[in-house]
């Protein structure tokens, strides 16, 4: 009786997720926390116990459905419909999204589309350089709008901009200072939204210094937004990432449900952040909580109704226009609206892509994007193939404990010490790459001690004069040679992302062979510039760790 519990536990999990009532995705969160308890139960007990050998055994080699088929779901693919119990599902034809493979195609890209929009741009990420790629962007800006104040009738161009308080304030020239000339000539038409952690406050918030106290919470969400465009990444909006810092980026094509979604959300977070005056200084809205002088409580509470309200409004939405557009659940006997000559005109193509957007925001409550990452590693079957990459290779335990017991392949793509975008920094940031490679080592050798080294492979990326960035994640299915899914926006699968920083990325599901081979070619184009990892890996002279350094990442581990 107990065997079959444990046997079914997978299952439950989806089925709790598929269940859970409409609106309320914050219920999901208490799974998680369920899960994550259990785990670090298991922790104090023994962390190399046998239990993970057996853990393959808890997961069905085929996923149950427990939906119904739907027609936005063709077969094979309606296996991932149940994240749309969390998020707004926006489906799309596969001819609207392309995959950017450069620094230099995404920074040109986002000039052409400032230039060219209209209505609105929206630009979020951690921060923006002091460099004259950076200022040349915000001349774009500057022009963009200058050109619609001069078009006939009221400018119709606004401008939003979200960036984290702590990074964007970082020295005497900064991302603030960068953008006060176009806030002081147009201000009526610019918002930019600084936002503060509300753990970074009191005593904490006086005694760490700058560049330490981003150790506590960020700002990290990347999406840069132009009229119907959008453009997802994990790329800022500095020098580097425009030229030889190597990231991800995908660009979705006239789709105006889902930057209307990113708009509005960029909104929430810039609507609960310090609003840059003209003057250099920052002030809350009026009827907001202060991040860091008021009631953190209250103001997180308040923080996650705003956001919340955003995702829920979202999937009602799109709820109402597939059920409009797309004829699922029609009563017996009636003409599906796909088949009805006089509404067919009408309609928008059936869609081929899905775009699921997960949030994760732990800091206020939120935890949706760790929920949906968790039971993709954890229903995973045997015969799949999970690629997945972050330039910061610190994995939260439960997933490390996912990927060492489920029965899927893996091939993990992390940085080199050498590319490690903390490579040759001054102080005690210069020790950052050796403390990932000792985090890299210990995951390594836990590899080794299960026997895994066959269906676990890690792989450094290496580029002469280039760093790292990229994160995200491909799925295989058993016997497909293409991605079905993949995971693509800024969160790096680590401590910071899941509990600590402001994060969002999207889930693409496609059917589309052609965009499956375009998301297959990123992937492979990224790993072609790798390194398998040995046991010899660490007996070479850079990844030399010292002693001190050791000691100090057990410490230190869930700050970076």
């Known amino acids: 009786m107990a065997a079959a519990a444990v046997a079914e536990a997978p299952v439950l999990w989806r089925r709790l997720l598929a269940y859970l009532p409409r609106g309320r995705p914050a219920l999901a969160a208490l799974f998680a926390r369920f899960s994550d308890r259990l785990t670090r139960g298991r922790e104090r007990r023994a962390r190399r116990s046998s239990w993970l050998l057996l853990a393959p055994l808890l997961s069905p080699t085929v996923p149950q459905l427990t939906a119904p088929p739907c027609c936005l779901c063709p077969e094979g693919f309606h296996r991932f419909q149940w994240i749309k119990n969390l998020v707004p599902e926006f489906g799309i034809a596969s001819s609207h999204v392309k995959v950017l493979s450069s620094p230099t195609e995404f920074y040109e890209l986002m000039k052409e589309q400032i230039k060219m929009a209209k209505k609105r741009v929206t630009l979020a990420s951690l921060y923006l350089g002091t460099g004259p790629l950076e200022q040349e962007l915000v001349d774009c800006l500057e022009a963009a709008l200058e050109r619609s104040l001069q078009e006939s009738g009221p400018s119709s161009l606004r401008v939003s901009i979200l960036l984290d308080f702590t990074r964007g304030s970082r020295g005497r020239k900064n991302s603030r200072t960068m953008l006060l000339p176009v806030l002081r000539r147009f201000p009526e038409q610019v918002r930019v939204s600084l936002f503060h952690t509300p753990n970074l406050r009191g005593l904490l918030r006086l005694l760490i210094p700058e560049r330490f106290n981003e150790t506590i919470g960020l700002q990290h969400i990347k999406v840069y937004l132009f009229d119907d465009n959008v453009i997802l990444s994990g790329a800022n909006l500095s020098d580097s990432y425009f030229t030889n810092r190597q990231d991800r980026y995908v660009f979705l094509q006239d789709s105006p449900e889902i930057a209307d979604f990113f708009t509005e959300l960029v909104d929430a977070v810039g609507d609960v952040s310090l609003q840059l005056q003209q003057d250099d200084t920052v002030k809350v809205m009026d009827g ?14 308040a923080a996650n109704r705003r956001v919340m ?226 046991a010899s890996t660490f007996q070479q002279p850079s990844r030399y760790v010292k002693l001190w350094v050791k000691m100090v990442t057990p410490l230190i581990k869930n700050f970076f």
């Not at 907001?288 to 509470?301: F, L, R, S, T």
């Not at 081929?352 to 997960?358: A, N, R």
């Not at 193939?385 to 893996?410: C, H």
Request: net charge negative; with cysteine.
């Open 288 to 301: 907001m909580v202060h991040p860091y002088q008021g009631d953190k409580m209250a103001y997180c509470e």
């Open 309 to 534: 309200e955003v995702i829920n409004a979202a999937r009602t939405r799109q709820e109402l226009f597939h059920t409009q557009n797309f004829h699922c659940n029609q009563p017996e006997g009636e003409i599906p609206l796909s088949k009805d000559p006089k509404t067919v005109g009408d309609r928008p193509p059936e869609p081929d892509t899905w775009i699921y957007p997960l949030i994760q925001m732990k800091p206020f409550g939120i935890q949706i994007d760790e929920i949906v990452t968790e039971t993709l590693l954890m229903e995973a079957e045997r015969g799949a193939s999970v690629f997945l990459t972050t330039g910061y290779f610190n994995l939260t335990q439960a997933y490390m404990d996912l990927i060492l017991g489920t029965r899927a392949k893996y091939q993990i793509l992390l940085a080199s010490p050498e590319v490690n975008g903390f490579f040759g920094a001054k102080g005690v940031a210069g020790a950052i790459p050796a403390a990932y490679v000792y985090i890299e080592q210990q995951f390594f050798s836990e590899v080794c001690y299960l026997g895994q080294q066959e269906r676990i492979r890690l792989q450094e990326y290496s580029r002469s004069g280039w760093t790292f960035h990229a994160k995200g994640l491909w799925l295989y299915l058993a016997g497909s040679s293409l991605p079905c899914l993949t995971l693509i926006g800024s969160p790096n699968f680590g401590y910071r992302s899941v509990h600590r920083d402001l994060e969002a990325q999207v889930a693409i599901v496609t059917e589309n062979k052609a965009l499956q081979q375009q998301f297959r070619q990123e992937q492979e184009q990224l790993y072609l510039r790798s390194g398998s990892v040995s």
